[in-house]
């Protein structure tokens, strides 16, 4: 349930940690990838229109930023302007290391103890739980051995390269000083609370990651400003963080202006296909209130997080999506914080330093889209804080709900429309969006141009059903 890192709960004890060589150079041009240039859209004949992008989280500025690049006009349409989604208030850990999807074996058996522990990282709104069955369990029996290892496996390309693929995106830009080079620290208050995360760690290592050990006092040493009752770390290097994500998003948005792109405020009511696209037409985006035949564009991006359910569907997605949701508290002007991203591994919580603030963020709460904020999360995040930092001082502090969009798998959809191949998805994207979204956006970019992926992207099929297909005989 954390949040740029590591989902699991312990599990029952199996295993693994990160690493990862990175891969993927981040540039747009030349690379032609392993398996075959593909169709794409081809700019529509009569007008060249652009691909409109309908959501302007981190996803599909992503997504706009690296078709400018490969040659594109882009249009991106948000109702409430760039970052207004969970792309605002996430904790800013370009998490490399977080392949690890939030169910892991045990789950099930778990779950009950968090939802009754006040101070556990899972919340639900009972009233929501039947709305929420359909998803929770497929979602739950994702959470087999055999599949997490494959939903890791298929993660981890995404990932294990971020920093670079951030950098690439950011390039000289505004944006890029944003990026902090970092460390990532995952704490526990001993080693019996590590060990119990074997399964996980052990997925973290198969993708190649390693890690220092740190014990004992030596944790304090490291990072002063964890209270006594942590005396076990893992320090994993080549991380990095972003100083104020919502800002981020904000001045890779003006890349997009700059580049030539618009940017538009409008609600999208619907995608239009004109046609069967076989003579060039393209597709409508119908806005609420706007123009009645609807923005005109040659494709058309759904990148609009946890709220992609009703069009993705209308577009052929088999993969429930629903919010989990998260909240955080920014501490202004902060002291006592610690000095890089630290992962507290129990309460699934993230503490991030912000250039003088320190955000908090993590948990899990099902409520659905649209129950306000609550709060019981909020003093849960208030009484770890104090517990976890206990010199944290500040001069305020805020406090945010954001929808991070979980498919029942914990892969997003990129690619194509199973219907209407002028569709592309670029969402569901859970506790990682952040991370993954340099990559996801160079990869959609790449297969809306007709340019070859460079990676296998059938994990990420829109149509791929909810449950994650296993080899014959693997069992739980
Ligand atoms: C507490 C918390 C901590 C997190 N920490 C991390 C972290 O440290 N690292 C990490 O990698 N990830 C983290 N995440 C996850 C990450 O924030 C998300 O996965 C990511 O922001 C999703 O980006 P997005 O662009 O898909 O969606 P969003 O950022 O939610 O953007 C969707 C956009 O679509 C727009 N929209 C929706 N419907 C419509 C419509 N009909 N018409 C027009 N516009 C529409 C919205 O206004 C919004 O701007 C965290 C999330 C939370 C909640």
């Known amino acids: 349930m954390g949040d740029g890192g590591d989902g699991d709960h312990g599990g029952d004890g199996d295993g693994g940690d990160d690493g990862g060589d990175g891969g993927g150079d981040g540039h747009e041009s030349g690379e032609s990838g392993g398996d075959g240039d593909t169709p794409g859209v081809a700019p529509s004949a009569s007008m060249n229109a652009p691909v409109g992008i309908i959501g302007a989280g981190i996803v599909g500025i992503a997504c706009a930023l690296h078709l400018l690049r490969l040659g594109r006009r882009v249009i991106v349409i948000d109702r409430a302007g760039p970052a207004a989604g969970a792309s605002q208030g996430n904790a800013g850990v370009l998490a490399c290391c977080a392949m690890v999807p939030v169910p892991t074996p045990g789950v099930a058996r778990h ?184 923005i005109e564009v040659a494709a058309a991006v759904i990148a609009t997080g946890a709220w992609s359910g009703p069009l993705g569907r209308r577009f052929g997605a088999n993969v429930p999506l629903e919010s989990e949701r998260g909240y955080h508290l920014h501490f202004r002007a902060a002291t006592g914080a610690p000095r890089r991203p630290v992962m507290f591994a129990q309460r699934k919580a993230v503490a991030t330093p912000m250039d003088g603030d320190l955000r908090l963020a993590g948990l899990v709460e099902f409520a659905g889209l649209r129950a306000p904020r609550r709060a019981a999360p909020l003093a849960m995040l208030r009484r770890a804080a104090h517990a976890l930092l206990p010199g944290l001082r500040a001069e305020s502090c805020d406090e945010w709900l954001g929808h991070r969009p979980a498919t029942t798998d914990s892969l997003p959809l990129l690619g194509p429309s199973p219907r209407d191949a002028r569709v592309f998805f670029a969402c569901g994207h859970q506790h990682i969006g952040l991370t993954a979204a340099a990559k996801s956006g160079r990869l959609v970019a790449r297969m809306i141009c007709g340019r070859a992926p460079g990676l296998d992207m059938s994990p990420y099929r829109p149509d791929r059903g909810p449950i994650v297909q296993e080899a014959t005989g693997a069992t739980n």
């Open 111 to 294: 779950a009950p103890r968090m939802l009754f522990d006040r101070d556990g990282p899972l919340f639900l709104r009972w009233p929501y739980l039947p709305r929420l069955l359909p998803w929770l369990m497929p979602y739950t029996a994702n959470a087999r051995r055999a599949r997490v290892q494959r939903i890791a496996a298929a993660l981890a390309p995404l990932l294990v390269d971020s920093v670079s693929q951030h950098r690439a995106l950011a390039g000289d830009g505004p944006a890029a000083r944003r990026i902090r080079d970092s460390d990532y620290l995952f704490v526990y208050p001993n080693r019996a609370a590590f060990a119990a995360e074997k399964f996980a760690w052990d997925l973290r290592a198969a993708a190649g990651f390693a890690w220092e050990v740190i014990e004992g006092e030596a944790v304090r040493e490291v990072e002063p400003a964890l209270g006594a009752a942590h005396r076990f770390a893992v320090r994993l290097g080549g991380h990095a963080c972003i100083a104020s994500p919502g800002d981020y998003v904000a001045e890779l948005a003006g890349e997009v202006t700059r580049g030539g792109g618009e940017l538009l405020r409008a609600e999208v009511a619907d995608i239009r296909p004109r046609g069967d696209g076989g003579d060039g037409g393209g597709v409508a985006i119908l806005t609420r209130g706007g123009p009645a035949g609807g």
